[in-house]
């Protein structure tokens, strides 16, 4: 059964930075669109950020130019690097496949805040 364990959120000022990290377990990574997801409380969880098969990458137009998602599909492993994080980047951060692989992992903590 595949494993998703997302890390690396923490609490940071505005302005800071933050790299996730997220590995996943009993699965090819190279052979999945991989995204990263995020869920505020009380909305919706949504994409932000998503890696496609040769390179290309998309991103919200909410974190464009600040987030940069990237893998390692030897390591089973997608990244995101967060900078110049705002207040409303505060989140649970979630990896998975798109489309999803039917579970998700608990996410990590992000929180902004001066």
């Known amino acids: 059964q595949v494993q998703i364990v997302e890390s690396g959120g923490g609490s940071v000022q505005p302005g800071g930075s933050l790299t996730l990290s997220c590995v996943v377990s009993e699965r090819i990574l190279s052979l999945y669109i991989m995204a990263w997801f995020r869920q505020a409380p009380g909305k919706e969880r949504e994409r932000v950020a998503v890696s496609m098969y040769g390179g290309i990458t998309d991103y919200d137009e909410s974190v464009q130019g600040r987030f940069t998602i990237s893998r390692d599909n030897a390591k089973n492993t997608v990244y995101l690097q967060m900078n110049n994080l705002k207040p409303e980047d505060t989140a649970v951060y979630y990896c998975?496949?798109?489309?999803?692989?039917?579970?998700w992992g608990q996410g990590t903590q992000v929180t902004v805040s001066s």
């Open positions: 998975n496949a798109h489309p999803d692989f039917g579970l």
